[in-house]
Structure formats: structure tokens, C-alpha cells
């Protein structure tokens, strides 16, 4: 079927607000799916409304707090807006809830090195690099922090 939703907006993510469904990749999440409002957090940062997002991704997160991916995302927002100690709280919040977090613990480690908090930040990317050796920021973030803390 050519005018079918589905053959244009499988590919990404694409709120369509008239029948409430978030499209991800090649599947569709009603609300009531614990993903839907996740989804939803992360298309209203995309689309500039971080705040939304907070508030859309704080109110899934009561819900469902063992996801930590919605702390992350609150993190990477917070840390876009300079609010550099929200930003480490939900940072910690999701490194704890998974401990393979990898992308949590680097960007704790860019938070807490805002923050100026060296120590803290090389253990963060530390245990990043530790579980995820082959990623290239890590490495990045573990060589300059390893620098910055020689001068």
C-alpha cells in the first residue's frame, strides 16, 4: 500500500500525535507501552523542548525506575543546559540501575570533569572504558582526562 504510515516513517523515530503512537525503527508503541513515554521524552528534546522532556521522562521513570536509559537522557539534557549538577545526579542514577551502562558512566565522567571533579570523572570513564573498550570516545575521554590530571 504506497499511502500507508508505516512505509514512510519506519526508519528513526516519529511521533504521530493523531492516533498517540511513537514510531521507533520498524515497530509501533501505543502509551501504555513502558517505552511509549520514553520515546516521547527523547523526540521532545529532539525537538528542542528539554523541559518537556524532564518532565514527560521523570514521569515514566516513576513508573518504571529500573530503566535507566530515561536518566541518561535527563542527564544529556541537563548537561546541554549547563546544569552540570542535575546533570551528574541522573548520571549516577542511571549508572546504577545498570551496571553495563557504559554511555551513562563517560558521560558522568564529561559531567563531573564540567564539574571539575578529575578524580571522579577518570573513574567514571575508567569503569566505561571497562566495559566497553572499543568505543572511541571513551578512549578519548580516558587519554584527556589522563592528561589533564598530569598538569
Not at 2 to 13: E, S
Amino acid at each position: 500500500m504506497p499511502g500507508c504510515w508505516w512505509r514512510w516513517l519506519w526508519n528513526g523515530i516519529t511521533l504521530l500525535p493523531v492516533s498517540g503512537v511513537v514510531q521507533t525503527g520498524t515497530r509501533a508503541l501505543a502509551p501504555e507501552h513502558p517505552g511509549w513515554h520514553f520515546n516521547l521524552g527523547e523526540i521532545q528534546m529532539l525537538e528542542g523542548k528539554p523541559d518537556e522532556a524532564v518532565a514527560t521522562l521523570s514521569a515514566a521513570l516513576e513508573k518504571h525506575p529500573r530503566v535507566g536509559s530515561g536518566q541518561g537522557l535527563i542527564g544529556r539534557i541537563r548537561l546541554r543546559q549547563g546544569r552540570v549538577g542535575e546533570a551528574v545526579e541522573a548520571f549516577q542514577k542511571a549508572a546504577a540501575v545498570d551496571r553495563w551502562d557504559w554511555l551513562s558512566r563517560n558521560e558522568l565522567g564529561v559531567a563531573l570533569y564540567q564539574a571539575g571533579r578529575l578524580q571522579e570523572a577518570l573513574a567514571a570513564v575508567e569503569d566505561a572504558y571497562w566495559i566497553n573498550p572499543g568505543d572511541a570516545g571513551v578512549r578519548e575521554n580516558l587519554a584527556a582526562l589522563r592528561q589533564a590530571l598530569k598538569k
